[in-house]
């Protein structure tokens, strides 16, 4: 599908050069007109082919200004793609009017402001302030996602070796949203919102619609995906530029109001700052008066016997005897079930499980699966670095959690 724009896309990963050394070109444009890697040219180009029959237009007026008659029509889907989404709570609350009328909205950015997050009742690690502080240039590489099976029809993973500069929901109202996607740790990082008759789609990975993502291996088939939650009976399709260029605009019309001001917009930073303020002057009242003679630290006493242990443990696994390491580990286990549980060792039966079992609280197969390998260690002629690792953790959960 989108073989006619690829050598076209290929200036997309072009180079730059600098001091005789080729360098990619790592600014985040996310802009529909550049073909440099981190532009989106090669989205916006291939909206044509997946809305064939939809009318493709540009949006740069905040929801606020929008026209009534085209705002109350059906059958639209306004796309954003942009690093952050700053929507105000009017702008909003004009979005979901928009949707309710049986319209889609798509937002792609890693940052939402905290009016987008209290009205969906979400929460993502990052805030508006975040792209400032942070160096994105610094970012761990390599983007990797996946979409869902259901809806999508297959589940399968999408990366690249570029920035990562992405999100995802630590919280949502799972009652009203619904899971479309994940990052590789298997956050969630795509969902759906219905209003009305339309929908609300939130997605905080955007440089999967960067051309370099695109045009890497076949990544295609998650934009022809992803997009594929928009109705194909869309009559228009409305790209937005608006909130790409709010976060510019904003710095701009917020520099008269004070630094201060911009920063006391995250209420995090805010009451940090609050409470670093108040500790400060806490420290120069108490200082003020006559200082006490200093009282040494006492050093907690240390636990010599648990490094003996663990000393003695490296000795043995060192030696590969892990067959012998194994049958200590399990002795000393039933010695533990012994001096806290007073249960009998001599016979590692159902029943002896089973009194384990109701004593300790601890789930029986992760029992049956300890005592299996006790036996399998006192007649197995080995053991492997796996099976023995394996066994310690078993151990580890045993006594963690009992």
Not at 270 to 282: D, E, N, S
Request: aromatic share 14%; glycine share 4%; hydrophobic share 40%.
């Amino acid at each position: 599908m989108m073989g006619s724009l690829v050598l076209i896309a290929m200036l997309a990963l072009a180079f730059t050069y600098g001091n005789g050394e080729r360098r990619l070109n790592e600014r985040l444009s996310f802009s529909k007109k550049d073909k440099i890697p981190y532009g989106v040219y090669v989205a916006y180009q291939n909206l044509v082919h997946l809305y064939p029959e939809a009318i493709i237009t540009n949006n740069t007026l905040s929801p606020e200004k929008w026209d009534s008659a085209s705002q109350a029509s059906s059958g639209q889907t306004l796309i954003i793609i942009s690093p952050q989404f700053l929507a105000s709570e009017n702008e909003m609350n004009q979005l979901i009017v928009f949707a309710q009328q049986g319209n889609d909205v798509f937002i792609s950015a890693r940052i939402l402001s905290y009016e987008v997050q209290d009205m969906f009742h979400c929460r993502t690690p990052y805030n508006e302030l975040a792209f400032f502080a942070s160096d994105v240039s610094n970012e761990e590489d390599t983007l990797a996602v996946a979409l869902n099976n259901p809806p999508f029809s297959y589940k399968n993973d999408f990366s690249y070796p570029g920035k990562r500069f992405e999100s995802h929901f630590y919280k949502y109202d799972t009652l009203v949203t619904r899971n479309l996607g994940t990052n590789k740790e298997g956050f969630v990082n795509f969902i759906q919102l219905k209003t009305g008759s339309g929908n609300i789609f939130l997605h905080l990975a955007p440089m999967v619609f960067t051309n370099y993502f695109l045009l890497h291996k076949d990544n295609d088939a998650y934009y022809d995906e992803a997009l594929s939650v928009i109705s194909k009976d869309s009559k228009k399709i409305i790209w937005d530029e608006y909130f790409r260029r709010k976060l510019f605009d904003r710095s701009y019309h917020t520099s008269n109001k004070g630094w201060l001001t911009v920063l006391f917009k995250s209420p995090p930073f805010k009451w940090g700052l609050l409470a670093a303020i108040f500790t400060l002057a806490l420290y120069v009242l108490l200082e003020s008066r006559r200082k006490q003679r200093y009282i040494p630290e006492v050093a907690k006493p240390r636990n010599d016997s648990l490094d003996f242990v663990k000393t003695i443990g490296r000795l043995y696994y060192e030696k590969n005897d892990h067959r012998d390491l194994a049958r200590k580990m399990g002795l000393y286990f039933l010695e533990q079930v012994r001096n806290k549980y007073k249960l009998s060792t001599s016979q590692l039966d159902n029943e002896f499980i089973k009194m384990l079992h109701f004593k300790s609280g601890y789930p029986e197969n992760e029992l049956r699966n300890i005592t299996s390998f006790i036996h399998f260690a006192e007649t197995a002629p080995k053991i492997s670095d796996v099976q023995l690792a394996n066994f310690h953790k078993q151990l580890e959960e045993f006594y963690m959690k009992t």
